[in-house]
């Protein structure tokens, strides 16, 4: 156990820690030549092409020093601020943590949240400069920042480059003496934290697991505290690259087990694993997660809603953070109702659902929940603008807001500063870091900032501002329900509860757009914006007309007005019988208007 250093890898967005992971693992020699290739943790084909980290991946690396063979555990995290849950469940495994920061661009906003969120486990950090090999690093200006930050000594941060492997022994080496070894006592009983869950399709759900307490052994019975479940561990072995069994792990040890849980919701990323003769109390720190954008997410052919559910259900088991409940809309049938960390889990999990499972799906506007006061005196929280109880019995409404600090070069002030405010934003403070770069706190509120915030943050800012933000609670707000009605009908799918002031020009571009997206069909197509009864906004899209006066040739103008009149009640006729289809592609377009 005093052989055993358990840690993990912190960073911005893009800061190389996968890269750093990578050169780790070749040293100690974790990877054969063989199977080495670039971001080797990043298993996910979609984390391969977009070059982020969507996962926690956990591997042991054997290293030996000075004659002494050590087991290093590596758990490599997320650096975007969406996955931050599945970060603090990384940290709460670990006794250590590599705080990677990039040498050309410096301390970064989600640098700063997961440095607080390791400090707040006690854990050790050991600073490292990366990219040290580019010939725009500022190895001084950014050890400076570090020093501020920290409060650490200049010779202790240390510079390194994942690309050609520079400082990596000293990593280990540092690893090996700063990082403490895991606390913990092998004869007590068994306590263990899970902090990831994979499904299998063969085994079932494998969770990976780190013991504080105790020792377990294949064919144990176990039970997990939270959800109360009982099982037999069939195989419990280490993470190398892949899995390799092992009869007993003790304390300290990061582990898999795999029991034959079939159903996903028995297993949640936080939950403690304890021995069924010998139970004990839960770790502390377990949470449910909480959403923070809430969307629809229906089939685009109805039949196939069970396949669907099948797909969600082993998504959640690998992504501990989503979470779902069956609903059905007037203009989309049945589907989900599923709660997101952010925009960019959102769309992971789109293109996860359409890679892995292969499901065709429509998402409907993303919005947040919403705390509504009735005049009865009931608080109903409302996550569906479609759920909002009658204008006339509503007292007030409240919407989440957050905190949110955004770190960014001194030149792009001004830009940042007039998006924060046209989003309702409300500046806390400003400070200068260093004479080039400030860090800004707003209050925001959250429903604001869910489209397209961080796309235009980092377009004003020419990439070069970080964001991160936590929720601080609920504020009340003047919020309206915006509906699209199509000839007199209600698209459900297309409503948002959006501030009054905004809810003017929203429904203006919204019936533009429409108008441009809906084909025309053989009547007129009415598109209005309503606020309750009262609408604000329309456009029409016009009838395609046969011409039925082609044949005449001359003669009386009544002839004409005859064929026009029977051509007008047929029109009407159809208005009454035919009904509009929404392309999926106006959905999405009215998702992407700013």
């Known amino acids: 156990m005093n052989n055993i250093r358990n840690f993990c890898i912190i960073a911005h967005i893009d800061h190389g820690k996968s890269t750093l992971a990578d050169r780790l693992l070749e040293v100690t020699k974790t990877v054969s030549g063989r199977e080495?290739?670039?971001?080797?943790?990043?298993?996910?084909?979609?984390?391969?092409?977009?070059?982020?980290?969507?996962?926690?991946?956990?591997?042991?690396?054997?290293?030996?020093?000075?004659?002494?063979?050590?087991?290093?555990?590596?758990?490599?995290?997320?650096?975007?601020?969406?996955?931050?849950?599945?970060?603090?469940?990384?940290?709460?495994?670990?006794?250590?943590?590599?705080?990677?920061?990039?040498?050309t661009q410096g301390i970064q906003a989600q640098t700063i949240s997961n440095l607080y969120l390791a400090i707040e486990h006690d854990l050790e950090i050991i600073p490292i400069l990366n990219k040290m090999d580019l010939p725009n690093a500022m190895p001084e200006v950014v050890e400076d920042q570090i020093i501020d930050l920290i409060g650490c000594k200049r010779e202790e941060i240390i510079r390194a480059s994942g690309k050609t492997g520079e400082g990596v022994d000293e990593i280990l080496?540092?690893?090996?003496?700063?990082?403490?070894?895991?606390?913990?006592?092998?004869?007590?009983?068994?306590?263990?934290?899970?902090?990831?869950?994979?499904?299998?399709?063969?085994?079932?759900?494998?969770?990976?697991?780190?013991?504080?307490?105790?020792?377990?052994?294949?064919?144990?019975?176990?039970?997990?505290?939270?959800?109360?479940?009982?099982?037999?561990?069939?195989?419990?072995?280490?993470?190398?690259?892949?899995?390799?069994?092992?009869?007993?792990?003790?304390t300290g040890d990061v582990g898999y087990i795999i029991s034959g849980i079939k159903t996903a919701k028995e297993v949640k990323v936080g939950d403690t694993i304890t021995h069924k003769e010998r139970p004990t109390l839960a770790i502390s720190g377990f949470e449910e997660v909480k959403p923070m954008v809430f969307?629809?997410?229906?089939?685009?052919?109805?039949?196939?809603?069970?396949?669907?559910?099948?797909?969600?259900?082993?998504?959640?088991?690998?992504?501990?953070?989503?979470?779902?409940?069956?609903?059905?809309?007037?203009?989309?049938?049945?589907?989900?109702?599923?709660?997101?960390?952010?925009?960019?889990?959102?769309?992971?999990?789109?293109?996860?659902?359409d890679r892995e499972f292969d499901m065709n799906v429509i998402t409907t506007v993303p919005n947040v929940s919403y705390k509504v006061h009735t005049t009865s005196g009931e608080t109903i929280t409302v996550y569906n603008p479609s759920g909002l109880p009658a204008s006339t019995t509503i007292d007030d409404i409240e919407?989440?807001?957050?905190?949110?600090?955004?770190?960014?070069?001194?030149?792009?002030?001004?830009?940042?500063?007039?998006?924060?405010?046209?989003?309702?934003?409300?500046?806390?403070?400003?400070?200068?870091?260093?004479?080039?770069?400030?860090?800004?706190?707003?209050?925001?509120?959250?429903?604001?900032?869910?489209?397209?915030?961080?796309?235009?943050?980092?377009?004003?800012?020419?990439?070069?501002?970080?964001?991160?933000?936590h929720i601080t609670g609920y504020k009340p707000a003047k919020l309206v329900r915006l509906d699209i009605l199509l000839n007199g009908e209600m698209v459900d799918a297309l409503s948002s509860l959006i501030h009054f002031d905004?809810?003017?020009?929203?429904?203006?571009?919204?019936?533009?757009?429409?108008?441009?997206?809906?084909?025309?069909?053989?009547?007129?197509?009415?598109?209005?914006a309503a606020i309750g009864a009262k609408i604000i906004a329309r456009e029409t899209v016009k009838?395609?007309?046969?011409?039925?006066?082609?044949?005449?040739?001359?003669?009386?103008i009544s002839r004409k007005r005859k064929l026009l009149e029977k051509q007008k009640k047929g029109k009407k006729r159809m208005k009454q019988v035919g009904n509009v289809e929404v392309p999926q592609n106006a959905f999405l377009a009215v998702l992407k208007l700013d």
């Open 502 to 528: 905004n809810a003017y020009p929203m429904g203006r571009r919204m019936c533009e757009k429409l108008k441009e997206l809906i084909p025309r069909q053989q009547f007129d197509i009415a598109i209005q």
């Open 399 to 469: 919407e989440p807001y957050i905190r949110s600090q955004i770190i960014t070069k001194s030149d792009f002030i001004g830009p940042v500063m007039t998006l924060c405010l046209e989003k309702r934003g409300t500046l806390i403070k400003q400070d200068y870091l260093t004479a080039e770069r400030a860090e800004l706190t707003f209050d925001l509120p959250l429903g604001e900032i869910v489209f397209d915030f961080y796309d235009k943050l980092k377009s004003i800012s020419k990439g070069y501002a970080s964001f991160d933000y």
């Open 295 to 353: 969307a629809g997410v229906y089939p685009i052919d109805a039949e196939d809603y069970e396949d669907l559910r099948a797909a969600m259900e082993k998504l959640q088991l690998n992504d501990a953070s989503l979470t779902f409940e069956p609903e059905s809309s007037a203009a989309l049938g049945f589907g989900f109702r599923c709660g997101f960390l952010g925009m960019l889990h959102m769309e992971i999990i789109q293109e996860r659902l």
């Open 173 to 250: 080496r540092s690893i090996v003496e700063i990082v403490p070894a895991p606390k913990g006592n092998p004869d007590e009983p068994l306590q263990a934290l899970i902090f990831d869950s994979v499904f299998n399709s063969f085994r079932g759900v494998i969770a990976y697991f780190k013991i504080v307490n105790g020792t377990i052994s294949q064919g144990d019975s176990v039970k997990f505290v939270n959800t109360k479940k009982e099982y037999n561990a069939d195989e419990i072995g280490v993470l190398r690259l892949g899995m390799e069994k092992r009869k007993t792990l003790s």
């Open 36 to 103: 080495m290739k670039a971001q080797v943790l990043d298993s996910m084909d979609l984390e391969q092409e977009r070059g982020i980290t969507i996962k926690s991946h956990a591997i042991q690396m054997d290293y030996v020093q000075d004659g002494e063979k050590y087991v290093l555990n590596l758990i490599d995290t997320p650096g975007h601020v969406d996955f931050s849950y599945e970060v603090s469940r990384s940290i709460a495994a670990c006794e250590g943590a590599l705080l990677i920061i990039d040498a």
């Open 543 to 556: 009838a395609v007309r046969k011409d039925v006066t082609a044949k005449c040739y001359g003669g009386d």
